[in-house]
């Protein structure tokens, strides 16, 4: 069993910066980033493969997200900058050991979510 555990997560204003983190118990394969907002499924917004040759973004966060890692520390990590009211919605990280696209179906662990909330 792998556990995920984030941080980072809070409220910012419209234009802000936040930076998620999260840490797992051991090394996997691809780490990535969920969100769901009130009442909506949860969707995609990146991930990466171990090495960071990969990564794979959901279009609305292109140019505004950015995904890292870092092995040593068994960590991903998601910048978000000039974000929108839109993007305000519980963030999960995620791990797969198959696969850096990262389809739901992919994952295998899944974090508790960190709270992200942007005013305008």
């Known amino acids: 069993q792998v556990h995920l555990v984030e941080s980072g997560g809070g409220l910012v204003q419209a234009g802000g910066a936040l930076r998620l983190s999260c840490k797992a118990s051991?090394?996997?394969?691809?780490m990535g980033w969920f969100r769901q907002a009130p009442g909506k499924e949860r969707d995609f917004v990146a991930a990466?493969?171990?090495?960071?040759?990969?990564?794979n973004y959901e279009d609305s966060v292109k140019g505004r997200f950015t995904i890292s890692r870092d092995n040593a520390a068994k960590a991903v990590y998601l910048k978000m900058d000039t974000l929108r009211p839109e993007d305000t919605a519980v963030y999960y990280c995620?791990?797969?050991?198959?696969?850096?696209?990262?389809?739901?179906?992919?994952?295998?662990?899944w974090g508790q979510g960190t709270q992200v909330a942007v005013s305008s």
């Open positions: 990466i493969d171990y090495n960071g040759d990969y990564t």
């Open positions: 051991v090394s996997v394969y691809a």
């Open positions: 995620a791990a797969s050991h198959r696969s850096a696209r990262m389809a739901k179906a992919d994952v295998d662990y």
